[in-house]
């Protein structure tokens, strides 16, 4: 399979996979140490994992709303780009 994007297209492509790659692996950091901290809390018998549960919970949250709505932006940046060619480009008489 041959690459048949543009450098900017391939530039766009590579930085959106890095944002989703990123929140991967953030959220599967979250679970590992969460299920470790949760093991503890259960050991002592107290429930204060459920703290650092919610906190990077919101983080983990706010991260992933970041990385979704990055893709739709970048899409509307490149219609107004277009509009913006488009109307220097035109002939105004």
């Known amino acids: 399979m041959t ?3 543009t450098p900017d297209l391939e530039r766009q492509a590579r930085r959106r996979a ?5 929140w991967i692996i953030h959220a599967s950091v979250y679970v590992v140490v969460n299920l470790g901290l949760a093991a ?11 703290f650092p549960l919610l906190g990077w919970g ?7 709303a970041v990385v979704l709505l990055a893709s ?3 899409a509307l ?3 107004l780009l277009e509009q913006e060619r488009a109307r220097l480009t035109r002939d105004p008489w």
């Open 3 to 5: 690459n048949t994007l």
């Open 77 to 79: 940046h490149q219609r």
């Open 58 to 64: 919101l983080g983990l949250a706010i991260h992933g």
């Open 18 to 22: 890095g944002l989703r790659m990123g």
């Open 40 to 50: 503890m809390a259960f050991a002592s018998g107290r429930h204060w994992a459920v």
């Open 72 to 74: 739709p932006g970048a």
